[in-house]
């Protein structure tokens, strides 16, 4: 099944794979627009009448037509159009096609001017989710070619894994902080199958201070991470609240009486502001203050998997990731993150000019630590952001020591 339009990935012959995207929800999304077109279209071509047509200027009927085949396009494009990319690694050539369900036109490559199968993220915006994108990675800096896209990262991985071993190719997944790079063979393998050091980064020393809790057993580890806190700033906004009310109750309370407001009304009134004014911020209140001394999260790693179970102010969800579905580990410093935020705002500096020193100190501070992040089949997982750069080198090197095999082995 094709959801959402996702990517479809599959073997039609022993060398050669096909990537077909188009299709499934949008076909969905797409029907209402082709029928609205078709019908502007009708309309301007006078084929379906109004009964006001005498009144329509001529000028207008260009319009209507153009509107109506644009929305013909739009909705034509997404019911129909399809898009496939076919690998042939027997022949060496990558063959890039366009139409509406039937191929229409195409481009070819050769895959002698391709090294490694890339994994990407490319993050959304308010109108976009974010994207996987999957890639091959040109030699000699050339423009990469862009195989799918989907927006959740398992889906991606999956497709990867199935181009580099169908191409042998070496699979770079770069979806997330570092890199890391596995042979064409051991691509859809899972994390504790994998070569030695695949996703290591050295095995860090424990800091002098820690905000977490470590508990280690021969084959278990369990980490403790504290809640986010209890903030008093979120104390200003009530308390603004409440102080206007108190002001302006009173001058309420004699309006009602100089316009004989009857009592009910006044109660309903008054006892809307107050739920709405103290009430609500209170309950915001109470939640945070119970999430601030019950709220944690709960990290299992052993051989068998990783457990990452979350309590909130009032209850716990619990994520089970087995060993099997882990595709990798890494983790995102405060280091990392500043810079990546300092290369991004360079970019957008204008050439000769550079960053001011007190822009680079704001954004130091701003900044924080992703944490560690599981890579599975079923897609990102992240816990431990916002811990310093050392703590998060720690536990990253505890995690990936207790997924290694039962015999103990240590990556």
Do not use: C
């Amino acid at each position: 099944m094709n959801v959402a339009g996702s990517p479809i990935v599959r073997q039609v012959a022993p060398d050669r794979l096909e990537v077909k995207e188009g299709g499934g929800f949008l076909v969905l999304f797409g029907v209402p627009f082709l029928a609205a077109g078709i019908f502007v279209t009708l309309i301007a071509a006078r084929i379906v009448r109004l009964k006001n047509a005498a009144d329509v200027p001529a000028w207008a009927w260009p319009l209507i037509l153009l509107m109506g085949l644009a929305f013909v396009a739009v909705g034509g494009g997404l019911v129909l159009g399809r898009r496939w990319t076919i690998l042939d690694a027997g022949r060496g050539a990558i063959l890039k096609q366009w139409g509406l369900l039937v191929p229409m036109r195409g481009e070819a490559h050769s895959l002698a001017d391709y090294d490694a199968v890339v994994v990407r993220f490319e993050a959304g915006d308010s109108d976009s989710a974010d994207r996987y994108p999957v890639l091959l990675r040109a030699k000699g800096g050339g423009a990469d070619l862009a195989l799918q896209s989907a927006t959740q990262y398992g889906e991606s991985r999956e497709a990867a894994a199935a181009i580099a071993k169908s191409l042998r190719l070496p699979l770079v997944d770069a979806a997330t902080t570092h890199e890391s790079v596995l042979a064409a063979d051991l691509a859809d393998a899972p994390f504790p199958e994998q070569a030695p050091g695949a996703d290591l980064r050295g095995d860090a020393p424990r800091p002098l201070r820690t905000q977490s809790q470590v508990r280690e057993s021969s084959r278990t580890v369990e980490i403790i991470l504290p809640g986010p806190g209890f903030q008093w700033r979120k104390l200003v906004g009530p308390a603004i609240s409440v102080g206007v009310l108190s002001y302006l109750s009173p001058q309420l309370l004699r309006f009602f009486r100089q316009t004989h407001t009857p009592e009910a009304v006044q109660t309903a009134i008054l006892g809307f502001a107050v739920f709405l004014v103290v009430v609500i911020p209170l309950v915001g209140i109470f939640n945070a203050a119970r999430l601030a001394s019950r709220g944690r999260t709960l990290v299992t790693a052993s051989p068998e998997g990783i457990v990452i179970e979350e309590r909130g102010a009032w209850r716990a969800r619990s994520t089970r990731l087995p060993a099997a579905e882990i595709l990798g580990l890494d983790y995102g410093t405060a280091e990392d993150a500043f810079t990546s935020a300092q290369w991004g705002a360079k970019q957008r500096v204008p050439a000769g000019r550079d960053i001011a020193p007190r822009l680079l100190a704001v954004m130091r501070r701003l900044v924080a630590s992703k944490g560690i992040t599981v890579k599975s089949r079923k897609g990102l997982f992240t816990f431990g952001a916002g811990l310093p750069d050392d703590e998060v080198r720690y536990l990253h090197a505890l995690v990936v020591r207790a997924l290694g095999d039962s015999d103990g082995r240590r990556w």
